[in-house]
């Protein structure tokens, strides 16, 4: 999916400062999380004359980060500017070598007054596609930060799904692996933590002693899917008609109703939805696969 400019003129007001902001290489820019996802340091330095006046960029060296579709989170980006007179300037969000999916223009900047913007992850038109992204600032003249003379690689990644079983896993029996089997099966210890893939309403809580066991339904917002998830240790602690968002824990890795080991049983239906109209998704274990690689 190629990227598409996204505008977004809305002035942003300076933030109140919270202390002094200092470096060597000039003033500080801080990637900061709103909910928690994102922590960066990178240093801004305006021009001093002719050939030099241009943005030079210092990213210190910091974890990856990671924003999930759903998950209600945002990543927040902070950054003062160096010199004597205000300039516009404009921050993207950029997808690494795949476009600007998010623009903020931002008006008569003074130096050493604290900016701030948070960003959900989504363009004005929807969903960003999934990768790795990063903030980059521009002033009037159309002199950007170089990313190529940074001392670290500060990025963050946006992505759609997180893999539900937070523990060490095994892939076991996929879609058509007999007995009807209409998901894909993913072996962990009993008691691993499982979270939302995806954000969603709860759309069934139950118990099914012959076959599914304690199992649960989520119509994904935002999504055409339901995401069903079977043999859990115990009833989920949630209620039909309850919203969750995506990575929010919703129960734990049990051998409950017909299962031979302690297992998520993982399936992925099409709308209009589980036993609703809707069709089990063959692709559910190529999706699982990938949601793991980033998760």
């Known amino acids: 999916m190629a990227g598409h400019p996204e505008g977004d003129e809305a002035r942003l007001r300076p933030a109140t400062r919270s202390g002094s902001v200092r470096h060597g290489y000039g003033a500080l820019i801080a990637a900061a ?13 305006a021009s001093t004359a002719g050939a030099a006046d241009a943005l030079q960029l210092r990213v210190d060296d910091a974890s990856p980060s990671k924003l999930f579709g759903g998950s209600g989170k945002q990543v927040g980006f902070e950054f003062e500017i160096d010199g004597r007179q205000t300039r516009d300037v404009t921050v993207e969000a950029v997808r690494s070598g795949g476009g600007v999916y998010r623009r903020w223009a931002l008006e008569d900047v003074a130096p050493r007054e604290r900016q701030q913007l948070a960003w959900n992850g989504k363009r004005q038109a929807g969903a960003v596609p999934n990768g790795e992204y990063f903030f980059r600032v521009r002033d009037e003249r159309g002199h950007k930060a170089d990313r190529g003379k940074s001392k670290g690689d500060r990025r963050f990644g946006v992505y759609d799904h997180r893999f539900p079983v937070r523990a060490r896993h095994t892939y076991g029996d996929g879609v058509g692996a007999g007995r ?30 012959s076959a599914a066991g304690n199992y649960l339904v989520i119509d994904g917002r935002g999504t055409r899917f339901d995401y069903v998830y079977m043999h859990l240790k115990k009833r989920p602690p949630l209620r039909e008609g309850e919203r969750v968002k995506t990575g929010e824990r ?16 993982f399936e992925l239906w099409s709308e209009p939805g589980w036993f609703e109209g809707g069709r089990h998704m063959r692709s559910v274990t190529t999706k699982l696969h990938r949601w793991d690689r980033w998760s």
């Open 33 to 45: 999380v709103t909910g928690v996802v994102c922590v960066a340091a990178l240093g801004l330095m």
């Open 180 to 209: 009807g089997h209409m998901g894909q099966d993913v072996f962990a210890r009993c008691g691993a933590k499982l979270r939302a893939a995806r954000g969603g309403r709860v759309q069934v809580v139950d118990r099914q002693a």
């Open 250 to 265: 919703i129960g734990r890795v049990g051998r409950t109703g017909n299962a031979s080991g302690c297992h998520l049983h």
